[in-house]
Structures are given as structure tokens and as C-alpha cells.
């Protein structure tokens, strides 16, 4: 299983703070660097600045020399498919091939009204989003001059430069039955986030079918699973981090154990015997790619302990 750190930089992360994330990251021998794409704050305060996250990983591709990068996920409604693949191809170059593209359909309305950001309906976004994936596999995969007529998106007398490799197209979900069917015809990677190793498995078999439905051979879909992630060397360090965490999230010391209790199912949590074991069931599931999130804005030390308990 290969591993990945996915980080919240619109908690506040200046792009310091970000660079020296991912340079922890780097030296601490995590395959990939992803970002969140987001501008409004959150959890907790929602006042904090925040920070374009293409922007600031074209930054990295230059600050960084090689560890992969990319964004969890991109929503189409920020996003116009043919400039965000521009974008994406200027900073693959600048990183010299070591980005990846994860596309979303968007959720969080409020960021979207707070910059005059249209936020359609939950199915025009998802229709979009499948055109954004056409588009984004046109781009790269298919032959100068092709088209594409879309509802939303047309495309006509493509000239794709630069082509070359096209980045890791990642789709997010949490399984839900279209999310699966657009990763088995478009991704080449699916993403289940917020999901126990019980629901991973599940939505294993459902890609797997998916994928035989449409003539795809199921192995050529790599599975990643996004899982929150809170680890201490010991129970005073783990103490520490979780009153932390619950402050980050708005919540008082008291209320630390039923935040816990509530994604102990999901989550890799606790000292290195528990942390060890959650990433251990996740393997079990047949699970090619485990990232771990993490919501402590500047605690590399953890960043560090995470990669331990990786044993990499």
C-alpha cells in the first residue's frame, strides 16, 4: 500500500506554512502531497485566510523536488474543465510530471455566495462534473481536432498543448451509485473518504462491478481511501492533540471523548498499537493508496508520526 498526506490549508495555512508541510512530507517519504480546495475557512473559525490551492501548488512544484502533488478534489463550479487543464498541465510541467487532478462536483454553498460563485443545483453540478471528466480524458487521450458536445460544455477543434502524460485523474466519493459509475468510466483512480474499512470493502465489489458493466477490467482502477487521521506517540501526546483538534473544531476539552467515539469506526486514531491496526484493516480491504488527512495546521511532529506508524 503506498501512502499520501492530505492536508486543510484553508484552516488558515499561509503558503510558509504550506511549503513547510510539504517538505515534511517529502523528507518523511509520503508519495504525494494533496491539498484541499477550498476558500472559505473551515472547521472551526471561518474568518481565517485562505489561499488558491492551484496557485499555491504550482509554487510547490517549484519548492518541492519529488514528491507528487495534487489537489483532493477540484470542484467543477470553481473550475471551467478547459482552463482547469491548462492549469493543471502548465504546473505538471513545472513540477516535471508530478501532478495529479482529483475533480469534484463542489458542496460547500457558502464559499461559493461569499465570492460570487454560481452554485447550481446537486445534479447540474454532478452533470457537470461528468462532462468535466470527458472533457479532461478529450484533452489528453484523443487526437488533435476532437469535439465535444456537451449541455453545459462544448468543445470543438482541440489543439491540447502541452499533451504528454495525462496527470492522475482522481474521482471522490463516498460510494454513492453515480460517484461509482463515473469512476469506472472515467477515473483512473476512485477515492472513498469518510467510510469505514467495512464500507470500503463494500464499495470495492460495487466498483468491481461497475467496472465489469462497461467492459473495463476492474484491476486498472487503483482504490485510495481518504481517512481522518489523529495519532499520538503516547496517551499524554494523544491527549494533547485531541484537545487541540477539538479547540480547531469549535469544541471545548470536555467534549473530547464523544468527538473521538464518533469517527473512532472511520478515522486512524490513538497511540501507535490502535494506528497501526486501523491502517493494517484498510490494507485488508485491497486498498492501493491510504491518505491520510489531517486537520493540525503546523504540527509537523505528527506529520512526522504519521509516516512512522506508516512504517515507510
Not at 480546495?37 to 481565517?48: A, I, K, M, N
Not at 470542484?75 to 487532478?101: H, L, N, Q, W, Y
Not at 447550481?120 to 479532461?136: K, N, Q, S, W
Not at 466519493?173 to 463494500?202: F, K, Q, W
Request: net charge negative.
Amino acid at each position: 500500500m503506498r501512502f499520501a498526506l492530505m492536508t486543510e490549508p484553508q484552516q488558515g495555512y499561509s503558503y510558509q506554512d504550506i511549503l513547510d508541510t510539504a517538505l515534511t512530507a517529502e523528507r518523511a517519504g509520503f508519495e504525494t502531497f494533496f491539498r484541499s480546495d477550498h476558500y472559505t475557512s473551515f472547521p472551526g473559525r471561518g474568518d481565517l485566510a485562505t489561499t488558491d490551492a492551484w496557485a499555491t501548488l504550482a509554487g510547490l512544484a517549484r519548492d518541492t523536488t519529488r514528491i507528487g502533488l495534487g489537489s483532493m478534489v477540484s470542484p467543477v463550479t470553481f473550475r471551467v474543465p478547459g482552463s482547469f487543464a491548462k492549469v493543471v498541465a502548465t504546473v505538471d510541467e513545472m513540477s516535471g510530471g508530478r501532478v495529479e487532478m482529483g475533480v469534484g462536483a463542489g458542496w460547500n454553498e457558502g464559499e461559493h455566495a461569499a465570492l460570487g460563485i454560481a452554485y447550481p443545483g446537486t445534479v447540474e453540478r454532478v452533470d457537470r462534473m461528468e462532462e468535466e471528466l470527458a472533457i479532461l480524458r478529450g484533452l489528453w487521450d484523443e487526437p488533435d481536432g476532437w469535439a465535444f458536445e456537451g449541455v453545459h460544455y462544448q468543445v470543438r477543434g482541440t489543439l491540447f498543448r502541452p499533451k504528454g502524460r495525462r496527470p492522475n485523474l482522481i474521482v471522490g466519493g463516498t460510494g454513492r451509485a453515480r460517484s461509482i459509475r463515473l469512476g469506472a468510466r472515467y477515473a483512473d483512480e476512485y477515492n472513498i473518504s469518510s467510510s469505514s474499512p467495512a464500507e470500503v470493502r463494500d464499495c470495492m465489489a460495487r466498483l468491481d462491478a461497475a467496472c465489469e458493466a462497461i467492459g473495463r477490467d476492474p484491476k486498472t482502477l487503483t482504490r485510495s481511501v481518504m481517512a481522518g487521521t489523529l495519532v499520538g506517540r503516547d496517551e499524554a501526546d494523544m491527549q494533547r492533540r485531541t484537545a487541540a483538534q477539538v479547540a480547531i473544531f469549535g469544541g471545548a476539552s470536555d467534549e473530547a471523548a464523544a468527538w473521538l467515539e464518533a469517527r473512532r469506526d472511520r478515522w486512524i486514531l490513538g497511540t501507535p498499537e490502535g494506528a497501526r491496526a486501523r491502517i493494517a484493516e484498510f490494507a485488508e480491504s485491497v486498498v492501493d493508496r491510504l491518505l491520510f488527512q489531517i486537520f493540525l495546521p503546523r504540527d509537523l511532529d505528527h506529520v512526522r508520526l504519521i509516516a512512522e506508524l506508516a512504517g515507510f
